[in-house]
């Protein structure tokens, strides 16, 4: 079974950036769709991007879109989310998860079957 461990968290200013990881261990990462979503105290886990194990395809947020990068790199069982011009709204855990079904709902937190723990962002305006 796969295991995902998120890193690169931290406190940031507004307009800073961060590059968070999400490295995978104890099976076949390349094969998973992965993804990217986000928890702020209070609120529902939202999606944050999408990045395909073949293609690979990208999706983003109406929220992040131009600013977040989503890339993988398969050869290091690695996924990375590059966040540039932070705002104090994308202040949130950020949790890395998997799809092993290649489900149709990839903005849908219930189609991703592996989840990380979790790492902290914050941004302070």
């Known amino acids: 079974q796969v295991q995902l461990v998120e890193s690169g968290g931290g406190l940031v200013q507004a307009g800073g950036s961060l590059r968070l990881s999400c490295a995978a261990s104890?099976?076949?990462?390349?094969?998973?769709?992965m993804g990217w979503f986000r928890q702020a105290p209070g609120k529902d886990r939202e999606f944050v991007a999408r990045?395909?194990?073949?293609?690979?395809?990208?999706n983003y947020a109406d929220s992040v879109q131009g600013r977040f990068t989503i890339s993988r790199d398969n050869a290091k069982n690695t996924m990375y989310l590059q966040m540039d011009s932070l705002k104090s709204e994308d202040t949130a855990s950020y949790y890395c998860?998997?799809?092993?079904?290649?489900?149709?709902?990839?903005?849908?937190?219930?189609?991703?079957?592996?989840w990380g723990q979790g790492i902290q962002v914050t941004v302070s305006s």
């Open positions: 998860a998997g799809d092993s079904n290649y489900g149709g709902f990839y903005y849908l937190a219930r189609e991703y079957d592996l």
């Open positions: 990045i395909t194990w073949k293609g690979p395809t990208v």
């Open positions: 104890g099976g076949t990462f390349s094969m998973y769709n």
